[in-house]
């Protein structure tokens, strides 16, 4: 195991607001699936709280642009979850509650063990992959890099 963890972070426009009875579905999910993410193999954390619980959004942007950031031991651990967990149905379902952008939705990157990302540097992370493309620094899932053997790699 590297010195290293993956952190993730994907943010999703909804195409109603999460109290209409379009998103019913999703939203009355909520609970069970971040349930399932925190007791899945490899999870180590996420954030919780006002912009983060997808019923509570951030008062700063959009109100109909959900965050979620999470921690994992390895970009296998949340892929198991995201695509080969009940979660995987929501992932296919998408279209039924967001919009899409046509931007990069999703960024990774790997951070030193025992640390936290915040959500300004989950916002920056995302703006970087959407203005320089994938490389270590941020990332996705169809370009993935591995954890770097040194922390300098990330600077």
Same mark, same amino acid.
């Given at each position: 195991?590297?010195?290293?963890?993956? !952190?993730?972070? *994907?943010?999703?426009?909804?195409?109603? +607001?999460?109290?209409?009875?379009?998103? %019913?579905?999703?939203?009355?999910?909520? #609970?069970?699936? *971040? %349930?399932?993410?925190?007791? &899945?193999? /490899? =999870?180590?954390?996420?954030?919780?709280?006002? /912009?983060?619980?997808?019923?509570?959004?951030?008062?700063?942007? #959009? +109100?109909?642009? @959900?965050?979620?950031? &999470? $921690?994992?031991?390895?970009?296998?651990?949340?892929?198991?979850? %995201?695509?080969?967990? %009940?979660?995987?149905?929501? $992932?296919?379902?998408?279209?039924?509650?967001?919009?899409?952008?046509?931007?990069?939705?999703? $960024?990774?990157?790997?951070?030193?063990?025992?640390? @936290?990302?915040?959500? #300004?540097?989950?916002? !920056?992370? @995302?703006?970087? @992959?959407?203005? #320089?493309?994938?490389?270590?620094?941020? =990332?996705? =899932?169809?370009?993935?890099? &591995? !954890? +770097?053997?040194?922390?300098?790699?990330?600077?």
């Amino acid at each position: 195991m590297s010195g290293f963890h993956l !952190a993730q972070f *994907n943010i999703a426009r909804l195409i109603a +607001p999460i109290e209409a009875p379009e998103s %019913a579905e999703f939203r009355e999910a909520l #609970d069970r699936i *971040n %349930a399932l993410a925190e007791a &899945s193999p /490899g =999870f180590i954390w996420r954030a919780t709280g006002t /912009g983060f619980d997808s019923e509570i959004p951030a008062d700063d942007i #959009d +109100p109909m642009i @959900l965050a979620n950031l &999470s $921690v994992w031991e390895s970009a296998e651990a949340l892929a198991a979850f %995201a695509y080969r967990s %009940a979660h995987g149905a929501f $992932v296919k379902r998408g279209s039924a509650w967001f919009g899409s952008s046509g931007l990069p939705q999703v $960024v990774m990157w790997w951070i030193p063990a025992a640390t @936290l990302p915040t959500r #300004d540097e989950a916002f !920056a992370r @995302l703006e970087r @992959l959407r203005s #320089d493309g994938p490389g270590v620094h941020a =990332f996705d =899932f169809k370009s993935r890099f &591995s !954890a +770097p053997a040194r922390l300098e790699t990330l600077a």
